[in-house]
């Protein structure tokens, strides 16, 4: 699947000349689903405006960090979706954690809430299962691997490395389009050993 490349006017570097326009790889994220549903959020942070809000991927960031409204809203939808898994304490610097122990696993990690990125169309969405959604931060301990980027963030949402890890990214910088896949785990391989020369 494609999406398009969005241009930020303004750069989002941490020091830059003005009139520079960002470097980094924003994307039309225009909701977000969890089970099939929608995410109930402020869909005006989704847009850039003067520089601020929209969505970019980040290999910086390990994992995806998003404004504390929408953070919290997609919590709550995902926490109503994971009533099967029993909740325990939080292990920084996750605030949702679960016990893995009677959590069934998957090809594609644990049997966690399936959760949709969609994009400019609502039949082209980026599909994240638990092996991306969820971190094993102890033996028994599994965490939802996004974090509360507080109140003001230069960006709204930052998709970070770790949800980003066993999927295949193309950044078509001719085109300005982003393509990508979902996890390559269904595909019985990972990044590690996949054959980029195949039409996976």
């Known amino acids: 699947?494609?999406?398009?490349?969005?241009?930020?006017?303004?750069s989002t570097a941490g020091s830059y000349f003005q009139g520079n326009p960002s470097t980094d790889y924003f994307i039309n994220l225009t909701s977000i689903k969890i089970n099939?549903?929608?995410?109930?959020?402020?869909?005006?942070?989704?847009n850039i405006t003067e520089g601020n809000g929209g969505t970019k991927?980040?290999?910086?960031?390990?994992?995806?960090?998003?404004?504390?409204?929408?953070?919290?809203?997609?919590?709550?939808?995902f926490r109503q979706e994971a009533k099967n898994l029993t909740k325990v304490s939080s292990v920084k610097p996750f605030k949702y954690c679960f016990s893995s122990k009677n959590t069934p696993s998957t090809r594609v990690g644990p049997a966690a809430p399936?959760?949709?990125?969609?994009?400019?169309?609502?039949?082209?969405?980026?599909?994240?299962f638990g092996a991306n959604s969820m971190v094993q931060v102890k033996e028994d301990v599994i965490c939802l691997g996004f974090i509360d980027g507080g109140s003001n963030p230069r960006t709204s949402i930052v998709i970070g490395g770790y949800q980003l890890e066993d999927n295949l990214v193309q950044i078509d910088l001719e085109k300005a389009r982003l393509g990508f896949s979902s996890s390559l785990r269904f595909?019985?391989?990972?990044?590690?050993?996949?054959?980029?020369?195949?039409?996976?």
């Open 187 to 200: 595909k019985q391989t990972t990044c590690s050993n996949f054959n980029f020369t195949s039409s996976a």
């Open 114 to 128: 399936i959760i949709d990125l969609v994009m400019h169309s609502s039949s082209v969405y980026w599909r994240i």
């Open 57 to 77: 991927i980040s290999t910086v960031n390990p994992y995806t960090v998003m404004e504390t409204s929408i953070f919290k809203a997609f919590v709550k939808v």
């Open 1 to 10: 699947m494609y999406t398009p490349l969005i241009l930020n006017p303004v």
């Open 36 to 46: 099939g549903k929608a995410v109930l959020l402020n869909t005006t942070l989704l």
